[in-house]
Every structure is written in C-alpha cells, then in structure tokens.
C-alpha cells in the first residue's frame, strides 16, 4: 500500500494562489519545469516528498514578503531619508 500524498494537488494550488505566486514563479523557486506544476496541481502527478520542503519555503518566502513587505519597505525608506517631508 502506497503512503498517501503529504500535499495534495488542490492543497497546493490553494496555497499558492493565496500567497499570489504563479505557476511560473513557484516553478522556478523549486527548479522544476511549470508543466510539472501544473501536474501536480491537477493531480496528473504526485508531489514527490522531496519536494514538499522546497514548496513550503517558497511558499512561506512569498507570504512573508508578501505580507511583511511593505512595512519594511516603508522602514527602509524612513531609515534611507526618502520619506522627508520637503
């Protein structure tokens, strides 16, 4: 009997497209081609577990820049002097 899937397909779609990555972005953060994406968002492929790993840090990288960087961007700015008053 085979393990079951640590990540589905749909569970995999889901999360990147909440983070707002594509499918082209993601492929190329876990080196793998989009079609393979693709696949395994469809369930055409299984995830390997391999993989899972560097899915996840992508996916947690997007969501943190994401959602943290504008307010470090502003800090950066407010620390670079760009944001004075004139």
């Not at 779609?13 to 492929?27: N, P, S």
């Not at 504008?70 to 760009?82: F, I, T, Y």
Request: positive net charge.
């Amino acid at each position: 009997m085979k393990n079951p899937p640590v990540m589905r397909g749909e569970e995999l779609r889901e999360m990147r497209q909440r983070v707002g990555l594509t499918q082209k972005q993601l492929a190329g953060q876990v080196f793998v081609h989009i079609t393979t994406i693709s696949r395994w968002e469809t369930g055409k492929r299984r995830i390997h577990d391999a993989y899972v790993t560097l899915i996840l840090g992508a996916l947690l990288d997007a969501a943190s820049t994401r959602t943290f960087g504008g307010e470090l961007a502003s800090r950066k700015a407010v620390l670079l002097g760009e944001n004075r008053a004139c």
